[in-house]
């Protein structure tokens, strides 16, 4: 499956469209489990462990788009598009949607 | 005991250096300014470590081409690429934009972190590439969440970027003087690094 953030995917030309499909999930951490990360909140700078953290639930919401796009017998997901939003705190909701498509590979002439 | 009415840590790094007979309220505030000063000395300090070894950085990954711009239709083969970092404020810095919020106007400390941490995952695309032998990441787009870990703790600020990132069919693409790539809209694309 071939995943890309640009209308068309080069090499590729778009057969069909299949619909818009999507994946998302909402992930929390407890703060004081973490030691660094609340020493990091009285220092300042990067909070190793949440960047691992959303990092991993933005691997599982591409995930979920692409077995999505799989149901639909795609090639291939384009233009797609990520979205956060920290729902309350300690959690974030993370959206992924793109265009499922159908794809053909351009023969060189 | 005269020095009851403040915490005990404070008594205890007092009892050191401190004659016995300044009072307790002065002790109080003395240290407690001591204790934002240092970290306020040790978070600037982080901040101007960070931001040297992003200069040197952006000077290591010149030659990975990152744009905003649609690929070329030649390119050998393309996919998503995805880069963040979550950077917290130290306890002064966030003191002092909750200070500035009281007045409005410009938060440049939230905007330095911002754009501290933009350049960031900037050259963690730059990296990833480098390592898997991408030559360029095309249409690079930014997304900024502020969220709150914890009930006390400070706003920190996710940085996201994703692209899709290339590997052009000639890898020296960019470095021949006069190799000129076509875009998916047909603009050209200049070579712009040697």
């Known amino acids: 499956m071939i995943l890309t953030n640009t209308e068309t995917v080069p090499g590729y030309t778009i057969e069909t469209s299949l619909g818009l499909v999507q994946g998302t999930t909402v992930r929390a951490k407890h703060v004081g489990r973490d030691i660094t990360a609340a020493l990091k909140n009285i220092i300042g700078g990067e909070l190793g462990s949440y960047t691992s953290l959303m990092s991993e639930a933005r691997a599982e919401a591409i995930e979920r788009l692409k077995s999505e796009a799989r149901m639909l017998g795609a090639d291939g997901v384009v233009n797609i598009r990520l979205g956060t939003a920290a729902i309350s705190s300690g959690a974030a909701e993370i959206l992924a949607y793109g265009t499922a498509v159908k794809l053909s590979p351009v023969t060189k002439s | ?174 470095s021949d003087e006069n190799a000129v790539t076509t875009s998916a809209y047909g603009e050209t694309i200049e070579p712009t690094r040697a």
Do not use: C
């Not at chain 2, 002065?26 to 300090?45: E, K, P, R, T």
């Not at chain 2, 690929?71 to 996919?79: F, T, W």
């Not at chain 2, 969440?145 to 960019?174: C, I, K």
């Open chain 2, 1 to 174: 005991m005269a020095r009851s009415n403040y915490p005990g840590w404070m008594s205890w790094i007092a009892d050191w250096y401190v004659p016995q007979d300044v009072p307790g309220f002065v002790i109080f505030f003395g240290q407690s300014i001591l204790f934002g000063l240092s970290i306020w000395a040790l978070a600037l300090w982080l901040v101007k470590r960070h931001e040297k070894n992003l200069a040197e950085r952006e000077a290591k990954y010149r030659h990975i081409h990152l744009t905003h711009m649609a690929p070329p239709l030649e390119a050998a083969s393309a996919h998503l690429m995805l880069a963040s970092v979550v950077l917290s404020h130290s306890l002064s810095r966030t003191f002092l934009a909750n200070l500035k919020k009281l007045f409005g106007g410009r938060i440049k400390i939230y905007e330095d972190t911002i754009n501290r941490g933009r350049r960031e995952v900037m050259m963690r695309l730059a990296e990833e590439a480098h390592q898997k032998g991408i030559d360029a990441v095309y249409n690079i787009r930014f997304l900024t969440t502020g969220m709150r870990f914890g009930q006390r703790g400070g706003l920190s600020f996710e940085m996201l970027a994703y692209g899709t990132a290339v590997r052009l069919p000639a890898r020296t693409g960019f």
